[in-house]
């Protein structure tokens, strides 16, 4: 072999070593993600790939980790579909449920969900009180009787529900966690940190379209 084509050879040897150690070929089920054994509802279209954030407000790991899935997903490609659902295991867990439905019924958006994380883990505040909660809401612009309508409605007892059974579906014991294409979940326990359960999660949503 040529020297030029020797040198060739060996970047591309290198190249792909290099790309194989930022993303391994392949993960493996029981190690770095859990394959659940009947599929979980997704509400995606067929030829989308859903993907779920698991996440408690009271969680500081979710508060850590919730910038960076925020960039993440919005950098996922067209044929992927990113929500984030409220787990509501724990104390807190079903209020904190009740927050984040309410903001999106009243559609408060990114704004709302960051400062309530900020009011949680910066500002100390523990707002799992409804008159705290209830203050918080007027602080952002909420009307206290709009507020009130929506808190106690049958709609958000609705959608608490059916996140409760969306969890129990995928099994999800820890947050955060990511639930992709209603057939496997993850998080950074079994990938040994945040990026690397990025990196899974890219992972499995390739697996999801073959």
């Not at 029981?30 to 394959?35: M, N």
């Not at 910038?67 to 867990?93: C, H, I, K, S």
Request: aromatic letters at 12%; hydrophobic letters at 45%.
């Amino acid at each position: 072999m040529s020297r030029p084509a020797l040198i060739l050879a060996l970047a591309a040897v290198l190249t792909a070593t290099a790309a194989n150690a930022q993303f391994p070929a392949r993960y493996v089920a029981g190690e770095h993600y859990t394959a659940l054994d009947s599929s979980a509802p997704t509400r995606a279209e067929a030829d989308q790939v859903a993907v779920i954030e698991f996440f408690v407000y009271g969680c500081s790991h979710c508060y850590e980790f919730d910038p960076m899935v925020t960039e993440w997903a919005n950098e996922l490609a067209d044929d992927v579909t990113f929500r984030r659902v409220p787990a509501t295991f724990g104390q807190a867990g079903p209020i904190y449920a009740r927050v984040f439905y309410t903001a999106k019924a009243l559609d408060l958006g990114q704004a709302f969900h960051e400062a309530f994380f900020d009011g949680i883990h910066q500002a100390g505040r523990r707002l799992v009180a409804t008159d705290d909660i209830r203050a918080f809401f007027v602080e952002q612009g909420v009307a206290g009787d709009a507020f009130d309508k929506t808190f106690n409605s049958e709609v958000i007892d609705e959608r608490v529900a059916n996140a409760t059974r969306l969890i129990q579906a995928y099994g999800v014991t820890a947050v955060p966690s990511l639930g992709v294409a209603g057939r496997f979940w993850t998080n950074p326990r079994q990938t040994g940190g945040y990026e690397p359960m990025l990196n899974v999660a890219d992972f499995l949503i390739d697996r999801a379209r073959d």
